[in-house]
């Protein structure tokens, strides 16, 4: 029922804006439009390749994130419109696209100060937590039970 509503509100949107070359809004709260979408979200995706090329070839990440920047750059090359790009990416509206991109290039400059590709053997972490098995359904005159179902655990 609500993809139906959805369906039809797109399609009354779609005829509107072919009377104008740009968006005149989102319909979505808090989320502008912006005029030259296509040329500043093929920038930032140019931006995060760029960025991602910076990494060291150990970190999965950089070429992970350059080889989906690089998608959907060819995306937007090969599409004239900002409907048609939204279409071809099928991941919502290009403002949100956007939005996202600048996020992963916030994630891209923490990446580059922690790098986490890098092995510390000297951070040696003690994951346990202190009376982690402690309460009542552990310490029982039966056994340790299950605290979902209150019975003992299944033996392995």
């Known amino acids: ?86 279409d071809a990416i099928a991941a919502g509206e290009i403002e949100e696209l956007i939005d996202e991109s600048e996020h992963e290039l916030k994630v891209l400059e923490m990446m580059q100060v922690w790098k986490p590709w890098e092995e510390d053997t000297n951070a040696a972490v003690d994951w346990t937590v202190p009376d982690e098995w402690k309460g009542p359904y552990y310490d029982t005159p039966e056994g340790s039970m299950d605290p979902h179902t209150g019975t003992e655990p299944r033996k392995a």
């Not at 989102?26 to 995706?45: D, F, S």
């Not at 960025?51 to 992970?64: H, I, M, N, T, V």
Request: with cysteine; hydrophobic share 40%.
């Open 1 to 86: 029922m609500m993809l139906k509503g959805l369906r039809r509100l797109r399609l009354i949107r779609a005829p509107l804006r072919s009377f104008s070359s740009s968006k005149v809004e989102t319909g979505i709260t808090g989320l502008p439009a912006i005029e030259n979408a296509k040329e500043v979200y093929m920038a930032l995706l140019q931006k995060t390749i760029e960025e991602a090329d910076k990494l060291p070839s150990e970190a999965e990440y950089g070429d992970q994130i350059t080889r989906f920047a690089a998608h959907r750059l060819k995306m937007c090359e090969e599409n004239d419109t900002v409907e048609a790009i939204e």
